[in-house]
Every structure is written in structure tokens, then in C-alpha cells.
């Protein structure tokens, strides 16, 4: 799972920024990218938490942070070294930050 996020600090480098369309379509086509997408803006989230048996839901991200979540991407990869070739090409490499995770197997 490739988690796509913003980044207060993007790369000040603005020349040959990649092409989002290229990237999942590349992907695509070679069936790396399995899934993907864009997520509503944190203040669309709700935060759902149980406290001593009690329900307690929040507006907005719950996280006090200047990152967000903004999208995802489910790769299907040999391994971690493919996995992070793939994360290279992206746009958002350059303009915010991605987190890969392994899907455990159940």
C-alpha cells in the first residue's frame, strides 16, 4: 500500500515534474497499480474511537499534524526495491511524501 501525502516542505525543484496520467498509466498497464485514488479533504473525516465502551466521534482528522492522507495507491510488487522505484516515478514524490506498507496476508 502506497499512502500518498501532502508535505508542507515540497521540493523547490520545479523542472520535469512527472505526469500523474503517464504514472497510472504506466503502472496500469504493467499491473503494479491495482487500485488507486484520491481522498476528500481531512475536514471531510470522522474519527470514530471507543473509550470505555463508549462512542466517541470527531470532526476532521484526529491527527495534529501538517500531513495528510491525501490518496492512496495498492501496488502489487516483487518486493521493496520495485516497490520504491514506483514510488520514485510519482508526482507527489516531489511535492509532498509517500509511506509504502505491506498488506499482511490474513
Given at each position: ?23 497510472v ?10 487500485q ?34 491525501v ?9 521493496l ?26
Amino acid at each position: 500500500m502506497m499512502f500518498v501525502c501532502n508535505d508542507p516542505e515540497p521540493d523547490t525543484d520545479r523542472e520535469n515534474l512527472p505526469d500523474i496520467e503517464a504514472w497510472v498509466a504506466d503502472n496500469d498497464t504493467r499491473g503494479r497499480r491495482l487500485q488507486g485514488g484520491a481522498l476528500a479533504s481531512g475536514s471531510a473525516a470522522t474519527t470514530v474511537r471507543v473509550r470505555n465502551g463508549e462512542l466517541i466521534l470527531t470532526d476532521g482528522p484526529f491527527t495534529e499534524t501538517k500531513e495528510m492522507i491525501v490518496g492512496f495507491d495498492l501496488l502489487e510488487c516483487a518486493d521493496l526495491d520495485e516497490a520504491i522505484e514506483v514510488a520514485r516515478a510519482h508526482p507527489m514524490v516531489r511535492e509532498g511524501r509517500l509511506e509504502l506498507r505491506p498488506v499482511l496476508e490474513a
